[in-house]
C-alpha cells in the first residue's frame, strides 16, 4: 500500500539557494508596468532544475559586471499557481510544456520570447534496493508490476507525458488500476525510492535525482526508456512574462545557458542540450 508523501514547507539547502515566497504584485492592472531594478533578473526555477541554473547564474554574473539572476526555487504546480495569483517573475523555468503551456494560454507569458533550454524524456524507473525487471514497457501491464508512482497528468509534464507515452505503446488503460497519482514529481520519486511502488514514471535525466538532500542517491534506478516513436519531444523550457521589464538582460541570460561551453558542465546536473 503507497503511503502519499507530502512535502509542506519544502527546504531548500543545496547550493545555498532560498524558497521564498515570491514576487511581489506589482498591480492589478495585467498591463500595468513593473517596477523592478533593471539589473536584476528575478526567476521561478523548478527545484530539480535549480543545480544547474545555479551554474548558469554563477557564470551570467561573472560575464555581467553589475547583473544579477534572483532564483525563487519550488515545485512547478506551487510557481504557476503564484503566477497565476498575480506574481510576476521575469522567467520561469520547467521540464515539460504543460506549466509553461498553462501560463502561455492564459497570456501571462509571451510565447515568442521563450526558450527551450534543454531535452529530457520519458523513463521507467524501480527502486534500487527492489528493482522490478522489465524487457519492454509494456511489461508495465504484466503481473510483476503492481503499482505505478507519476504525477498526475494535466496540472503537471512528467504526468501528462507519461500519460501520452503509455498510451503510445498501448498500455495506459490496462495499468489504471496500478497508477498511484501525486501533486508533484518529487512525490512520485520518493515513493519509488522508498520502495513503496514498483516501479514509477519520471524523466530521463531525472531532475529531481539532482537532489541529494531530498532522494537519496543511487536509490532509484532507470530500468526502460521510451524510443522516440513511444514518445513526444520533451522540452526543458524558460518562459518569459509578459510583463517583465528585463526581457533584454533575459535573452543575455539564455545565451549564457546555452552557450557551448557551459553546456557539458549543465549536462552533468541533469541539463542537457538542446
Known amino acids: 500500500m503507497i503511503r502519499r508523501h507530502v512535502r509542506n514547507g519544502l527546504i531548500w539547502a543545496l547550493l545555498g539557494v532560498a524558497l521564498v515566497g515570491g514576487c511581489a504584485r506589482d498591480s492589478t492592472d495585467p498591463n500595468a508596468p513593473v517596477s523592478r531594478d533593471p539589473n536584476v533578473i528575478v526567476a521561478y526555477v523548478a527545484c530539480g532544475i535549480a543545480p544547474a541554473i545555479q551554474i548558469a547564474k554563477e557564470s551570467f554574473e561573472a560575464a555581467n559586471t553589475g547583473k544579477s539572476v534572483r532564483m525563487e526555487v519550488g515545485q512547478p504546480p506551487e510557481l504557476v499557481a503564484r503566477i497565476e495569483q498575480g506574481a510576476v517573475p521575469d522567467i520561469i523555468i520547467c521540464p515539460g510544456d504543460s506549466e509553461i503551456g498553462m501560463l502561455e494560454r492564459a497570456r501571462l507569458l509571451d510565447p ?93 535525466p531525472c531532475p529531481v535525482l539532482q537532489l541529494p538532500d531530498l532522494v537519496p542517491p543511487d536509490s532509484v534506478t532507470v530500468v526502460a526508456t521510451l524510443s522516440p516513436g513511444e514518445q513526444r519531444s520533451v522540452k526543458i523550457r524558460l518562459g518569459v512574462h509578459r510583463r517583465s521589464p528585463n526581457q533584454l538582460l533575459v535573452r543575455r541570460f539564455v545565451e549564457v545557458i546555452n552557450s557551448e561551453e557551459l553546456r557539458p558542465e549543465l549536462a552533468e546536473v541533469g541539463l542537457p542540450g538542446p
Not at 503492481?146 to 501528462?160: D, F, K, L, R, Y
Not at 507525458?161 to 508533484?184: M, P, Y
Not at 512520485?188 to 522508498?194: F, G, I, R, S
Request: proline content about 5%.
Open 112 to 204: 515568442a520570447a521563450g526558450a527551450t533550454i534543454g531535452y529530457c524524456r520519458v523513463a521507467i524507473a524501480t527502486p534500487t534496493a527492489r528493482p522490478v525487471s522489465l524487457s519492454h514497457p509494456k511489461d508495465l501491464a504484466g503481473d510483476e508490476v503492481e503499482s505505478i508512482a507519476m504525477a498526475t497528468p494535466g496540472i503537471n509534464s512528467i504526468g501528462t507525458d507519461g500519460k501520452h507515452a503509455l498510451e503510445r505503446i498501448g498500455v495506459w488503460d490496462q495499468v489504471q488500476n496500478k497508477l498511484v497519482l501525486f501533486s508533484t514529481p518529487l512525490e512520485a520519486v520518493t515513493a519509488v525510492a522508498e520502495g513503496e511502488a514498483d516501479v514509477g514514471i519520471i524523466f530521463d
